[in-house]
């Protein structure tokens, strides 16, 4: 018997699972970004909160490429640094100590706000986010161009993205 | 015995030469398989070369990185000039000393602050980051002070910047005389 392959219910799987693979490369697990979302988060963030844990975190702008470095004990900022990636030496330079203001926005729930504030005052029509469900943080977030006088401000845009979360014994 | 057909006498196809003529052996299969992926690959290289071609263009349409910023004297002292700040990003401050450029993108997300000449500081309105009018940080998230842009003063006399040359305090850069100007 001759089959009509023309129609066959596995070449219309194949495409439909490479169109859902292209959507997801193209967002990569983004959404856009809500005070919704964002309180949602937070909340199952802290009904179970890890009190001490390590994040490194990088900010992606055109020109720059950093990595923070936090260390949060019993909920504070216990020691934190940036460095800044060197592109024509290939390494990590310029190492900055954070003090507790400038690392917050860094932590977990410094990352909360950060993207609230941007919601309420940076005027990027671009916010997303991408959330991570054990434990409940912001994993990924995309700012898009900063608007100022109804133009778009070149080079403004940047990505936040957690590369670790450890979390640490209390007496480590 | 001849072979030839006699005339009249119809020409009859032997079927097993046919057979032997359209026959295509395991080698010439190979062979054209081979003519095929080397027609495929040649494809595929010439289109690969030609996206990678596609992504230098002939011609880049950029805006100049260097603009002409008046005289010093149009800069009064003790004053933070704002009157870049649309246009190339950047205010012009002049002191008893120098006069330099600072880079309107706050370190810490790369919004634009704002200089509040009330408690002279420039604050970026996104997360709250605050700079002296030098430049440094001293509240909020971000990690390093605002850049200088190179200024030079021209042989017209003018005031050049250069905003493709930029100049970090915390690598000891503003030190550098093209990251200033003397007043």
Redesign the interface.
């Known amino acids: 018997m001759i089959r009509n392959r023309t129609f066959a219910p596995e070449r219309i799987a194949f495409a439909l699972f490479l169109t859902a693979l292209l959507c997801v490369a193209c967002n990569q697990g983004l959404e856009k970004a809500s005070n919704a979302l964002i309180d949602r988060t937070e909340a199952r963030w802290k009904s179970n909160p890890i009190p001490n844990y390590r994040i490194v975190v990088d900010v992606k702008r055109p020109d720059e490429f950093r990595r923070n470095d936090i260390t949060v004990r019993q909920g504070h900022v216990k020691k934190a640094f940036v460095q800044y990636w060197d592109s024509r030496k290939k390494i990590w330079d310029n190492t900055i100590f954070l003090n507790e203001s400038q690392a917050l926005a860094f932590t977990v729930e410094g990352l909360f706000d950060t993207v609230r504030l941007e919601l309420e005052n940076s005027g990027r029509p671009v916010v997303r986010v991408a959330v991570t469900e054990t434990p409940p943080y912001l994993q990924r977030i995309v700012l898009g161009q900063f608007w100022q006088n109804n133009q778009a401000v070149p080079n403004s845009q940047a990505t936040v993205t957690v590369q670790q979360f450890e979390t640490l014994q209390p007496a480590d | 015995m001849s072979d030839e057909p006699k005339s009249g006498q119809l020409l009859q196809a032997n079927p097993v030469r046919m057979k032997k003529e359209k026959t295509i052996n395991r080698r010439e299969i190979f062979s054209w398989l081979a003519v095929a992926w080397g027609a495929f690959a040649a494809a595929i290289s010439l289109a690969s070369g030609a996206t990678v071609r596609f992504l230098f263009p002939n011609v880049l349409f950029e805006p100049p990185t260097t603009f002409k910023a008046g005289f010093p004297d149009d800069y009064a002292v003790g004053k933070v000039d704002t009157r870049w700040k649309?246009k190339h990003?950047c205010w012009i401050v002049r002191t008893d000393a120098i006069i330099y450029c600072l880079n309107a993108?706050c370190t810490?997300?790369?919004?634009?602050p704002n200089w509040l000449d009330t408690e002279q500081k420039f604050k970026c309105?996104?997360?709250?980051s605050g700079f002296y009018m030098s430049g440094i940080n001293f509240?909020?998230?971000?990690?390093?002070p605002l850049e200088r842009f190179k200024i030079v003063q021209g042989d017209d006399g003018q005031l050049a910047v250069d905003e493709s040359k930029k100049y970090?305090q915390?690598?000891g850069e503003w030190n550098d005389p093209e990251s200033y100007v003397r007043a």
């Open positions: 649309e990003r993108t810490h997300l790369g919004c634009t309105p996104c997360h709250g509240e909020g998230p971000a990690p390093r970090q915390e690598k």
